[in-house]
């Protein structure tokens, strides 16, 4: 017999699965907000079956309960379970199971601040608003640091392998033609994104952590230079297979040099300076071959000096710790 907390789990999955399955489709109209939809029915599954199995599979720790009223109609002090339109028990709602765990440092901080954030998106979707244009690259990049939270702790929690799952969002149906005519936010799409906005400046950021609130993309349409060529990611993995990167490629990766990246910094921020605390989060930049990797000075000797060039992400790590102008 499963257990009632590995039985949520599996419709878990199943939700997660179908959120991918449906975002992935190349023609679907009310995708983003499907997505966001399903993936939190999969995180809130996910967490109530890790809420269970914490309290020993007993259905009731799920339970809200209320003051019993009594027959003349005051609230007495016996606790009751408190119960449905149709008479079937409430459960507590993923805010109090999602806080729960963080407090039993089970959830980690990073991944609840991304939860919040399509929690956000879900409930503008279901309740009111729409999701535009404008927010879809935003929503891919939530979603897909979503999933892959989710994986990890769907993994240590019940020891699924997702060696044969392919859970991806595909970052092209996010792609929009060109056009000459510029996006206008409305009034409830800039709340959402000031919102989101926000949490991500809260949430803490470490280049080592296993857990990200939203997952950088970047989209470029370019010339192939080989219909054989590979494509790689530059990890630090000394089992990975090893592949060479020309001085070319690495100038396209990583354009900028320290000089460049100060004045992109300066024109970017309102409040930036060059403090003692800029240069911590710079070594936190270089500690990532995302942000940053160590070059020679002068490209033609080899055997010359190094310096680490800089990749466009790193502004966009250091958007979450200045004000942009």
Not at 176 to 201: F, M
Not at 279 to 286: A, H, Q, V
Not at 296 to 318: I, M, V
């Amino acid at each position: 017999m499963v257990a009632r907390s590995h039985e949520l789990f599996e419709r878990s999955l199943a939700a997660l699965v179908s959120a991918i399955e449906i975002y992935n489709k190349p023609n679907f109209l009310y995708r983003e907000e499907t997505f966001s939809i399903l993936a939190i029915n999969a995180w809130e599954l996910l967490l109530k079956g890790k809420w269970l199995f914490n309290n020993s599979n007993n259905i009731r720790c799920l339970y809200k309960y209320q003051a019993k009223t009594k027959a003349d109609g005051t609230v007495g002090k016996k606790m009751c379970i408190q119960k449905t339109r149709s008479g079937n028990p409430y459960t507590h709602g993923i805010d109090y199971i999602g806080k729960k765990l963080v407090e039993n440092n089970e959830l980690d901080a990073t991944a609840w601040k991304n939860i919040q954030a399509l929690l956000e998106i879900r409930d503008s979707a279901i309740h009111f608003y729409n999701l535009g244009e404008s927010l879809s690259v935003r929503l891919q990049e939530i979603g897909a640091a979503a999933v892959r939270n989710y994986t990890i702790l769907a993994k240590r929690w019940f020891k699924f392998d997702f060696s044969k799952c392919n859970l991806y969002l595909i970052p092209i149906s996010i792609v929009r033609l060109p056009t000459e005519n510029t996006i206008v936010l409305n009034a409830e799409e800039r709340n959402l994104i000031k919102y989101i906005d926000e949490i991500e400046k809260e949430s803490p950021f470490t280049t080592d952590s296993e857990f990200a609130f939203s997952v950088d993309l970047e989209v470029r349409f370019v010339k192939s230079k080989d219909k054989n060529a590979m494509d790689i990611r530059v990890t630090n993995n000394p089992n990975a297979p090893e592949v060479r990167l020309n001085e070319q490629q690495l100038s396209e990766k990583y354009p900028l040099n320290f000089a460049a990246l100060i004045n992109a910094c300066k024109e970017r921020y309102s409040d930036f300076k060059r403090t003692d605390q800029f240069y911590k989060r710079l070594n936190e930049i270089k500690a990532s071959t995302k942000y940053a990797y160590r070059r020679n000075l002068y490209q033609e000797n080899p055997n010359g000096p190094k310096t680490h060039y800089y990749s466009h992400a790193a502004l966009n790590y250091l958007d979450n710790h200045y004000t942009k102008s």
